[in-house]
């Protein structure tokens, strides 16, 4: 069954895909609002880490393992952070953005699914050559915002 024919027909207003290693190193983390927001986005999917932690520890038992998806991790200022787990420990945490619609789980969970069969199709096909933006970058590596250079010296005589 291809999971792209499950995406939700309500349009979800996504802001940011992250894609962790099983050591919760970055591996892929895109800002689909734009690469000013890209440090911000790197940042919270660091902090999504702590929580996807813990609903891993509090839902694994000896008999059973933890779930795929991990549900809404938390929401903070505008957005909204989903995470999921594949079964080598890969971790993808979703922000999207809070709107009036209503989100509803197999929404997220379509999404995650349709990720993770396209990440393994790329993964899979070994005529593939990854772009070096696929690995993300350290976050010292990522420029932050700056402000505006100043405008340039005036050339007006009389004026200093």
Request: overall charge negative.
């Amino acid at each position: 069954m291809d999971p792209r024919a499950s995406i939700p027909l309500v349009p979800l207003h996504l802001t940011a895909l992250a894609i962790l290693s099983p050591n919760n190193a970055p591996l892929y983390v895109h800002s689909f609002t734009g690469p000013a927001d890209e440090l911000r986005h790197y940042h919270l999917a660091h902090a999504a880490v702590d929580v996807i932690e813990e609903r891993i520890v509090m839902s694994t038992t000896p008999t059973k393992p933890a779930d795929s998806y991990l549900g809404l991790l938390f929401c903070m200022e505008d957005m909204a952070f989903y995470g999921f787990q594949t079964t080598t420990k890969l971790r993808m945490v979703l922000s999207i953005a809070l709107v009036d619609a209503m989100i509803k789980d197999a929404d997220i969970v379509a999404v995650f699914r349709a990720v993770h069969h396209l990440l393994l199709e790329a993964i899979h096909n070994p005529f593939l050559s990854l772009p070096p933006s696929f690995r993300a970058r350290p976050a010292h590596q990522i420029p932050e915002k700056q402000a505006p250079p100043p405008p340039p010296p005036s050339t007006t005589p009389g004026i200093s």
